[in-house]
């Protein structure tokens, strides 16, 4: 028996008793927030239930190849839809569209299922699946598609496969737990497109890509607070060609200096924002409290903050006396 049980037998009420299902990826989506909400689509379509998938901003190109990913929508009228399902979405305001609809966060006008593994989750909705210990909510998606009695697809597979890798990192993050892969060797059995998923999210870099990686790198610097700490200026992606989706992956790299507490990455993301990621491999350091004084979230060993704003680079120079 899962230990979520008891709300999947909600959810699994309100999912019958619905016609039209709107499922909501966060703003600016990652591998997981797509996997997870292209699986439940694929799932609940299955049985008869006119599933949408919906996402603000454009999914990554990374996922390009997941099946029903080029029907993802970006407008939503609410009013055409009597269940809301939000993936990922460590807190409401992740989902983009309770600006244009309130209502969405009016938990007496819209019926809304909160799924997420945030620890920053706020519980927004009138189920909430919140579990910090799960390396994916695509691992509680394909525990609810398991509980729905629903048979999991290849393409279902697939697309939970995607969320997992992507959110563990390839398996190599300290997430990567016996039940993520367990949950991940079953897909497999089931017909997950395993190779394609590798390739495209960790082997499938462009040129403008691997010159832009090359600039944060040149710029990495360990701060006297034992951080390591890399920019990146909207002009560099106009000079390289590149864009600021094509930083995802060098943060692990920065990442990986052995003398470092913990990384940080700013970019701009050419919308007028400044968009700061966090990593770490120390175990005694929470990084979602340092986003949140940010006004942003994530996990302990991963997280990220966006604010407006502009980099300004500063340049100190020393003079040291002579011996």
């Known amino acids: 028996m899962h230990k979520y049980e008891n709300e999947f037998r909600q959810i699994k009420d309100l999912i019958e008793k619905a016609t039209n299902i709107a499922i ?172 394609t998923i590798v390739k495209q999210q960790f082997h499938h870099n462009r040129i403008n890509q691997l010159r832009l990686w090359g600039r944060v790198l040149s710029r990495s610097r360990i701060n006297d607070k034992g951080a390591t700490i890399s920019a990146v200026m909207e002009k560099d992606f106009d000079e390289l060609g590149a864009t600021p989706e094509d930083l995802s992956g060098v943060i692990d790299y920065i990442n990986s200096v052995p003398d470092s507490k913990f990384c940080i990455l700013l970019a701009e993301d050419q919308k007028g924002n400044i968009k700061g990621s966090f990593r770490t491999q120390d175990d005694m350091i929470d990084l979602s409290k340092i986003a949140g004084l940010f006004g942003g979230g994530g996990h302990k060993k991963a997280a990220g903050f966006t604010i407006p704003g502009k980099i300004e680079q500063e340049v100190v120079w020393k003079i040291k006396p002579a011996a």
């Not at 993802?72 to 399902?85: H, Q």
């Not at 600006?99 to 909705?125: A, K, M, V």
């Not at 609810?144 to 890798?165: F, K, P």
């Not at 059995?189 to 190779?195: E, K, L, S």
């Open 24 to 195: 909501i990826s966060h703003k600016n989506p990652d591998g997981d927030t797509i996997g997870a909400n292209l699986a439940l689509t694929h799932a609940l379509r299955s049985v008869g239930k006119n599933a949408i998938s919906f996402a603000k901003d454009p999914a990554p190109a990374a996922t390009g190849f997941l099946p029903g990913v080029s029907s993802i929508r970006s407008e939503l009228n609410p009013s055409e839809f009597d269940l809301f399902i939000a993936l990922d979405c460590g807190a409401a305001y992740m989902m983009k569209y309770e600006i244009e609809h309130p209502e969405l966060l009016d938990r007496s006008q819209t019926t809304l299922i909160n799924i997420d593994h945030h620890p920053s989750n706020e519980h927004f909705g009138n189920v909430n699946v919140v579990d910090p210990e799960a390396s994916a909510t695509s691992a509680l998606i394909y525990f609810l598609i398991e509980s729905l009695g629903i048979t999991i697809s290849r393409d279902i597979a697939t697309c939970l496969m995607n969320g997992l890798y992507s959110d563990t990192g390839s398996f190599k993050h300290s997430n990567t737990d016996p039940i993520t892969l367990k949950i991940a060797s079953n897909l497999v059995a089931r017909g997950a497109d395993f190779r």
